[in-house]
């Protein structure tokens, strides 16, 4: 396979390069410094989970906090709804403007980032007050503290702006260049972020409808079995929310950073659109063991779910087919000698690359969850953070990690300190990250609960003993390993070089450019797109709403915290 | 490139036909070997709970020659009843509800696994074929007690 007999295609309008001015880039620095900031936060109580799990208690040492769900509620926030979304805020708006080498609209920009800031303060004064132990779930009737809700509404809030920023920059570039296809790398970002969009609000409804009335006495009792798959409708869409910009990351700017191109346009296209057609009517399946929900709707949910493990199969060969061309631009030779050649000392490439394999795992041990009757087998126990460690805790937070290598030195014109501590940190904690998720899923298959205070419960079994241990040894290396990230990062910001720093995106090209007559075209119709979306969630979720559901609004709030 | 596309179909194609046969195990496991999920089994008032049938007489009690139905009330943070004894062999039919927040009913080591919500009752079906003890853990965050919720199932 040689990449220099095709001719190849930016994918992006200006290939010469094209840069923000400096107002705008500071509003993406803040934003992406938050994201960076919760990750970082979260990873603390991190540590005393994993060690609760291996029987040391280490929070005697946090005097400041009343108990472990406080910090569990902390640590799910932090580092899945703040630190993803902020990082995809910044990125994927950063991303289109350079594709359409376009400004930001700068009143949007700054209203997304003082939506997220606001939004952090309610969370931060929430959990950290104690008035919203209830976990990142926030399952009714254990009822938060409305600035509990009204923090995540604004975090939402600052996701749809991002989102209508990216907008107005594709419809005005729409409006000068009515003939063009999209350029690819805008073309995904959109679509990642519009699907989140429409996954964002069944819980929007839940929270502005239910949750945010009931916390304040408006709304006297609720119905926990809405609330709950009104949460998970958005619930599993999220997680591919979270995923896609990782997606955006291994399909457009990896191929550039290891030397090779994207294989496909139109593949690479096909596999967004699908992710946006398939993310959302998936919710069920994290339902299977609740009654109120027929086994038939569920069994719909499982089919659908396997069926977007599709796109994510077609995205496991197109990365490997850029990687693979990449090694052999570089030397390398037979069945798997071009693995060897692949840039494994750039500390960008290294981190999406240990992520990608920790990936596997993680997609196998999802598809066990998705598996129906299986799921009983591990609903609610440890299985389930060892196998979800493995797709938003290194699928997607190394591949975040490996972007901030290139995104932080771009954006602040200095360069990487240290750049050999920055591959011992994606080292030490993909190998942590394994041996967690391994403990955890062994103790998981015996029955371990997730989610408890495994330290002072009051009971035992002795058959997660080892499970617990090796979760209290992965989990110690993955916190190392994150907190060198944010040591690297922090002396960068403050004492980087000056000078040295990447002065592009590394976007790549691709093998072949699109086509601007036929059926490809309408890839581009993203209205098409988003309306047939509609209807398979209508199809997936209307039975349950229309016919299937008795509305009981029996529960007032609890807040045993 | 040509070989490209034609790798691609056929992992593609290897990836779909894979998917398609773990669909059918599962359809097999549901209808050839009566492995079922919980589903509607209707709706209550917590605040209720105690006095609405069958959740007025917790406990086990004998429905068929080899059939039981255990039922179990849940709360913060304990079961009623907390022990639970039934002859292995038999055909059990668990059923549970909670009447405050949402709790977990995971009997470790067998396949019930199931969310008890308020307002809505959950049931499964389980024989247990040899006799032992299991933990019966609350396997849903439900407060700051959730680590001591647990009970026993004893199957003689």
């Known amino acids: 396979m040689s990449a220099t007999t095709t001719t190849a295609a930016a994918t992006v309008l200006n290939p010469a390069g094209f840069q923000l001015p400096e107002r705008q880039l500071r509003a993406l620095r803040w934003t992406i410094y938050i994201g960076y900031l919760a990750l970082t936060a979260g990873i603390f109580h991190g540590l005393a989970q994993a060690l609760s799990y291996a029987d040391i208690d280490i929070l005697k040492f946090f005097p400041f906090l009343r108990s472990y769900y406080q910090g569990l509620t902390a640590h799910g926030v932090a580092n899945v709804i703040v630190f993803t979304f902020s990082f995809s805020n910044a990125f994927l708006p950063l991303l289109v403007a350079r594709a359409f080498a376009r400004k930001l609209n700068e009143g949007l920009l700054w209203a997304s980032l003082g939506a997220l800031a606001l939004g952090n303060m309610l969370l931060i004064y929430s959990i950290a007050s104690g008035k919203a132990s209830v976990l990142y779930t926030s399952y009714a009737p254990l009822q938060a503290h409305v600035t509990f809700y009204l923090g995540v509404v604004l975090v939402v809030v ?78 599993h869409a999220i997680v591919y929310a979270w995923l896609l910009p990782a997606y955006v990351s291994w399909y457009l700017l990896i191929p550039k950073q290891v030397g090779g191109r994207i294989i496909s346009d139109s593949l690479t296209r096909f596999v967004f659109i699908l992710f946006l057609l398939l993310s959302i009517p998936t919710g069920f399946h994290h339902q299977y063991t609740d009654p109120g929900i027929s086994q038939g709707m569920k069994f719909v949910h499982a089919i659908l779910t396997f069926g977007v493990f599709f796109p994510s199969l077609a995205t496991a060969f197109s990365v490997a087919a850029s990687l693979e061309m990449g090694g052999r631009n570089h030397g390398g030779r037979g069945l798997l000698g071009w693995i060897k050649k692949l840039p494994w000392s750039n500390p960008s490439v290294l981190a999406q690359l240990l992520a990608m394999i920790a990936f596997v795992f993680g997609g196998i041990t999802g ?195 | ?137 609350c396997h849903e965050y439900c407060g700051v007690g959730h680590h001591f919720m647990h009970g026993k199932v004893i199957a003689e």
């Open chain 1, 367 to 561: 598809l066990i969850n998705a598996s129906y009757t299986m799921n009983q087998v591990i609903h609610n126990t440890t299985w389930i953070p060892g196998h979800f460690h493995m797709t938003v805790g290194s699928a997607v937070a190394l591949t975040l990690v490996g972007v901030a290598y290139w995104l932080i030195p771009y954006l602040t014109g200095r360069k990487l300190w240290n750049t050999r501590l920055a591959l011992v940190s994606s080292w030490t904690y993909f190998v942590g990250v394994l041996i967690f998720a391994r403990g955890m899923a062994d103790a998981g298959l015996h029955g371990m609960p997730r989610r408890i205070y495994r330290v002072q419960a009051g009971y035992n079994n002795i058959e997660w003993d080892l499970g617990g241990v090796l979760t209290g040894i992965g989990g110690s290396l993955m916190f190392v390993g994150l907190l060198l990230f944010f040591v690297i990062i922090a002396m960068t910001i403050f004492f980087g070089k000056k000078g040295g720093a990447p002065r592009d995106i590394p976007w790549s090209e691709t093998l072949t450019a699109p086509k601007l007559s036929g059926w490809e075209v309408r890839y581009d119709n993203l209205k098409l797109w988003v309306a047939v979306a509609i209807v398979l969630i209508l199809i997936a979720y209307g039975p349950f709403f229309l016919g299937m559901y008795s509305p009981n609004f029996v529960s007032p709030g609890f807040k045993f915290f």
């Open chain 1, 158 to 235: 600052s996701t749809w702006l991002a989102l209508a920023n990216m907008l107005v920059v594709y419809v005005s570039w729409r409006k000068e260049n009515p003939g063009l296809r999209i350029p690819l790398l805008a073309f995904v970002c959109l679509t990642s972020y519009l699907m989140w969009f429409l996954a964002s609000l069944p819980d929007a409804v839940n929270l502005l409808a239910f949750l945010i009335p009931w916390s304040v006495g408006w709304l006297e009792k609720t119905d926990p079995l809405l609330n709950r798959t009104l949460f998970w409708f958005t619930g």
């Open chain 2, 1 to 137: 490139m040509s070989k490209v596309l034609v790798y691609e179909k056929s992992f593609l194609t290897t990836g779909v036909i894979l998917l398609i046969l773990c669909l059918g195990a599962l359809v097999y496991a549901t209808l050839a070997m009566g492995i079922h999920l919980p589903g509607r089994a209707g709706i209550l008032d917590p605040a209720r709970l105690n006095s609405t049938p069958p959740f007025d007489q917790p406990g086990v009690r004998q429905t068929g020659p080899n059939a039981y139905e255990v039922v179990v009330r849940a709360y913060a943070f304990g079961y009623e009843p907390s022990e639970i004894r039934v002859p292995a062999g038999a055909e059990i039919t668990f059923v549970g509800s909670s009447r405050d927040v949402i709790h977990g009913f995971n009997i470790e080591g067998t396949r019930i696994n199931m969310m008890l919500i308020p307002g809505q009752v959950s049931k499964n079906v389980y024989t247990f074929k040899e006799p032992g003890e299991h933990l019966l853990i």
